[in-house]
């Protein structure tokens, strides 16, 4: 089982810029996929960015490529997701999630087995 806590979420002003962070409480594998989904309501939940822990790769959407960069810490099983130049379209509930399978390049939701509670990011113009 495993269980991720996101924080870093905050209100920020239109090309400000956030850390957010994941923690996984335990790992009983020795490497993951790591991913960033975003949700507005109403609307489906969108793959932000995904990492593999064992080899470090990563994709991210075409919608923040450039701007967002994801990185992981294997040491302490945390995630990150440093978000620049953001904007007002990227305002969204953040969700950490998880799967023990390689990314093999997915941001689909289907493809994570574990998820987080997530955390709000506002991004005011």
């Known amino acids: 089982q495993v269980q991720l806590v996101e924080s870093g979420g905050d209100s920020v002003q239109a090309g400000g810029s956030l850390r957010l962070s994941c923690a996984a409480s335990?790992?009983?594998?020795?490497?993951?996929?790591m991913g960033w989904f975003r949700q507005v309501p109403g609307k489906e939940r969108e793959g932000v960015a995904s990492i593999y822990t064992g080899g470090a790769s990563t994709r991210y959407a075409d919608s923040v490529k450039g701007r967002f960069t994801i990185s992981q810490d294997n040491a302490k099983n945390m995630t990150y997701l440093q978000m620049d130049s953001l904007k007002p379209e990227d305002t969204a509930m953040y969700y950490c999630?998880?799967?023990?399978?390689?990314?093999?390049?997915?941001?689909?939701?289907?493809?994570?087995?574990?998820w987080g509670q997530g955390t709000q990011v506002t991004v005011s113009s």
């Open positions: 335990v790992f009983t594998y020795r490497t993951v996929c």
């Open positions: 999630a998880a799967d023990p399978r390689p990314c093999y390049s997915s941001l689909r939701e289907t493809h994570f087995s574990y």
